[in-house]
Each structure stands twice: as structure tokens, then as C-alpha cells.
């Protein structure tokens, strides 16, 4: 069977799209919250709160990919997630803001339901390779949003950002409903069956341990890109929404710049990959403290680099595990990255302003640390088993 060129671009494009509406917010936090009075302390939780509607739809939504139509199915939450952005770019107080993100994070699980559709239509000789390239699509909406968001914002406030995520996506969902195949289901099985056999998912060694470097990875990733443009906007650097935007660009190249990781994995170093990238991400950290904005740019391209490495490779291993239920799996891996990437937005605005940009760059090498150790405790769990088989 296999994708075409222009099926992996569309599939990328709406990751890219839904992604951003839930990441948008962080280069243009101190507009929010100069607009709607929220204190620098609280101001993770506009983040957190994407996220957490995010996990949400995660362990609700995802498992209908398994059940219906998923061409249908990314559609109707493409449309469902450019509601939600509508009602964050009207918000005139905090709630309807927060109720807009929460909404517009739950259907923007259909990240998730195109990865594990693209992965479905692929050979498995070209798995890694679809998945390196939609993911990539991801990448381009987590950090391509702070260069575009911080653009817009300049010209027509942040809630023009909002807007125009809410015509993208809508816009998206037709595309998707003219250029995918039909995908049809298999008949007799239950959302009840589905979402059981999720749970079970959790006592399975490569999908638990896969879970927690995710859980760890992003919350590293969420220290970085959620508590970033508070010691940009202030003094000494005092940068524009704008400026601060272009370090996207900046993590995007680093991202890219890994996508070859699907294909390393294709040959069979996934596990290697990992723990190479894992050292990467904790050492990214040393440059990102220090108080120059070079050291800074230096580290943010290596970290965004090692998380994009990591996040391909364990996808990779887990469809490849798991052919028969890619969407299952793919949402039970993720409900791991929504928990770390809101536990990084909630906790890195608070060591902010407790320590300073030190204490976030503490917390986020911290969090590389322990991915590192779950990977290390894994292949260690591996080694053993190997020797154990007769």
C-alpha cells in the first residue's frame, strides 16, 4: 500500500495546525497576561491548560481510531478544535480563555489519530520514514507557532493568532475529507473493548518504560518552551513578542535536523538513538542557563534536536510492537507526554519566579536526568531477560 509524497505532506500539515493551537500561547504569555490581568506565577496554566484537555481527549478520543472512519474522524476534530480556538480569540476573561484552550486541546488529539493513521498506511519498511516525516509536522507546529504567533501577535494583538489557527484548521478538515483514502473498520468491536485494552497496555514493559522517557522528555521540553519568553521579555533582554518567536526557528532546526532518527530506527538503533539523545538533552541544559543569548540559541537547537530523536524512535518501537492497534497505542504513549508537558508548563513559571531562569534550567536538566534513567534501568531490564532466555 504505502503513502504517497503529498498524503505525508497533508498529514503533517494537520499536525502542524492542531498542535499549534494548544503551543500558541507561550511566546505571547506576558500579552495574555497584561490583557487579562493573570500574575506571572499563574501564568503556566494557560499552557497547562491545552495540555490537560489534551490528556483528556487523549484517553477518551483517541481509541475511536480504532473503531470508525478515521478520515471522518480527523475531520470532525479538526472543526472541533477550531471551535475551541474561536472561543480563546473572543475570551475577555480568564475562564473563557481557559474553557477555549481546554476544548481546543481535547480534539487536538487528532494529532494522534493521523500519526497512528499514517503509520497504519505505511509498509513496514517505510513506518520509521512516515513517522519522522508527520512527526516532523509536529514539530513544525510546536515551535513553527512561537515564530508565527509572535508575527501575528505584533500586527494584530493575540487574539489574532487565534483566528487564524480557527480558518487553518477548518480549512484542513475539508482538504483531509477530499485528498485520504476511505478507512474502513472491522465490525464488532466496542469503545468498551478498545478502551479496556488500553488500560492493559500500561503493564506491558516496552510501553510502560517508553511512557515514562516520554513523561520525562517533555517535561523537560515544557520547561524549556513554557517558561522561555519570561526572562526574554525582561531585563536585560526585554525582546518583542516577535524576537522572542524567532527562537522557534531556532528549535525547528534542531527538530529537522533529527528526522533522519525514523530512518535509524528503520535499521534497527532505536534504543541506541534514545539514550545518545538522552545525554544530549541533559547537556543542552548547561548552555541554556547561562546568561547569554548565543549559549542560549546553542542550547535550545540541541535540545529540540535530542527530543525530536527520542520521540520518533519510541513511536517507532511501539507501532512496530503493535501494528494491529496503532491508534491505541499512540494515545496511551501520548497520555505520558500530555502529563510531562503540563507538569513542565506548571512547574517552570513557578521556579522562575522563585529562582530565576537558573532554577527553571535546574528543573529541566533534572527532568532530562531522570528519562535517562528510566532508559538505562530498561535496557538494563532487557539485558537481563535476554540472558534469561534459553
Given at each position: ?12 500539515a ?20 497584561a ?10 496554566w ?16 483517541v ?17 472541533l ?14 475562564w ?80 483531509v ?5 476511505p ?13 479496556t ?54 528549535g525547528?532546526?534542531?527538530a ?52 525530536q ?20 497505542v ?41 528519562a ?19
Open positions: 500500500m504505502g503513502l504517497t509524497t503529498g498524503r505525508r505532506t497533508v498529514f503533517a494537520v499536525c502542524a495546525v492542531a498542535v499549534a493551537s494548544i503551543y500558541a500561547a507561550q511566546p505571547v504569555l506576558a500579552r495574555i497576561g490583557d487579562l490581568r493573570v500574575p506571572d506565577a499563574a501564568l503556566g494557560i499552557v497547562a491548560a491545552g495540555q490537560l484537555g489534551y490528556l483528556a481527549g487523549l484517553a477518551a478520543l481509541p475511536l481510531g480504532d473503531l470508525v472512519d478515521r478520515r471522518k474522524l480527523i475531520a470532525a476534530h479538526l472543526l478544535t477550531a471551535v475551541g480556538t474561536g472561543l480563546a480569540a473572543v475570551a475577555g476573561q480568564t473563557l480563555l481557559l474553557t477555549g484552550l481546554v476544548l481546543a486541546g481535547l480534539f487536538a488529539v487528532v494529532v494522534q489519530t493521523t500519526v497512528a493513521y499514517a503509520a497504519a498506511l505505511s509498509t513496514p519498511d517505510e513506518r520509521g520514514r512516515t513517522l519522522g516525516v508527520v512527526t516532523s509536522g509536529v514539530v513544525l507546529g510546536i515551535l513553527g507557532a512561537r515564530v508565527a504567533a509572535g508575527a501575528l501577535a505584533e500586527l494584530w494583538g493575540w487574539r489574532g493568532v487565534y483566528v487564524v489557527l480557527a480558518v487553518l484548521l477548518a480549512t484542513l478538515a475539508g482538504l475529507l477530499r485528498t485520504m483514502p478507512d474502513p473498520r472491522r465490525e464488532g468491536t466496542t469503545y468498551r473493548q478498545v478502551a485494552s488500553l488500560g492493559g497496555l500500561f503493564r506491558e514493559p516496552l510501553f510502560l518504560s517508553r511512557g515514562l522517557i516520554a513523561f520525562f522528555l517533555f517535561a523537560s521540553f515544557g520547561t524549556l518552551w513554557s517558561g522561555l519568553s519570561l526572562p526574554l521579555a525582561a531585563a536585560p533582554w526585554n525582546l518583542g513578542t516577535a524576537q522572542i518567536g524567532l527562537f522557534g526557528l531556532v525547528l532546526a534542531g529537522l535536523g533529527a528526522a533522519r532518527a525514523g530512518r535509524w530506527a528503520d535499521r534497527g538503533h532505536a534504543s541506541l538513538v534514545t539514550g545518545g539523545a538522552l545525554v544530549l538533552l541533559a547537556a543542552s541544559w548547561l548552555a541554556i542557563g547561562q546568561p547569554s543569548l548565543w549559549l542560549l540559541a546553542l542550547g535550545v537547537l540541541v535540545l529540540d534536536f535530542a527530543v530523536a527520542v520521540h520518533v524512535s519510541n513511536q517507532h518501537l511501539l507501532t512496530a510492537a503493535r501494528p494491529d492497534r496503532t491508534s491505541s499512540i494515545g496511551g504513549y501520548m497520555i505520558f507526554y500530555s502529563l510531562g508537558s503540563a507538569l513542565g508548563a506548571a512547574t517552570t513559571t513557578t521556579a522562575f519566579a522563585a529562582a530565576g531562569w537558573t532554577g527553571s534550567a535546574v528543573l529541566g536538566a533534572a527532568f532530562a536526568g531522570c535517562f534513567a528510566v532508559w538505562a534501568w530498561a535496557r538494563a531490564g532487557a539485558r537481563r531477560q535476554l540472558l534469561r532466555t534459553p
